[in-house]
């Protein structure tokens, strides 16, 4: 099915963000199968921020991978802005995370034999826009790389890079940013420098921002964190202020 062939759910969920019920995700292993995910529920609502925390391996990168519906699940759903995406066929999805979503990776995922601004017009013009390098080029200056447009991956810094990734996350204003560990490649400086950029960039885009990271600190700065913990939510670790 494609997005335009599913009614939205109950006005409830049509007021959230994001509405995450029974999710479960297990995969095959040598002893049968690993339950990598179990019974996670919470709503996230619209423009607001918040953090996915937990030690390595508890599940959280699985648990934004599965919000992307770049991967799918063994049990429950998600429903994106009122559509439950896991209703819709790989185009559908694909579909929609063009429309709705933004993304910031840990390893930038830049493109290599693309410059900057040509990342950053890379959403934009997969969108028809016939504006692209303008609002590209824009976009890179407001991240302070006006002077890095023709410069290939390869030829910038860890922070340049994630600067970049940050710029083509925004300029298609998507209504839901999601961001998995994006200083872990950056010393603490050059991260602290691009979380604060990224928090800006969210307020004047108003976006909804889910983050996963190991790092509290980072955390106390969204509106509200889970815990995951062994593929659950942990106990008492719902919201921490």
Known sequence: MTMRDIPQTSSQLVQAAISVSGLGKRVADASGELTILHGVDFTVQKAETLAIVG?????????????????????????????????LDEDGRAALRKEKLGFVFQSFQLLPHLTAVENVML??????????????????????????LKHYPKFLSGGEQQRVALARAFVTQPPLLLADEPTGSLDAATGEAVI?????????????????????????????????????IAEGGAVLD
């Open 55 to 87: 030690a390595s391996g508890s599940g959280k990168s699985t648990l934004l991978g599965l919000l992307a519906g770049l991967d799918t699940p063994s049990d429950g759903t998600v429903v994106l802005d009122g559509v439950d995406i896991f209703a």
């Open 123 to 148: 959403p934009l013009e997969l969108a028809g826009d016939s504006g692209a390098r303008e609002k590209a080029e824009a976009m890179l200056g407001r991240v302070g790389l006006s002077s890095r």
């Open 196 to 232: 604060q950029l990224m928090f800006e960039l969210n307020r004047e885009h108003g976006s909804t921002l889910v983050l996963v990271t190991h790092d509290r600190h980072i955390a106390a700065r969204c509106g509200r964190t889970i815990t995951i913990a062994a593929g659950r």
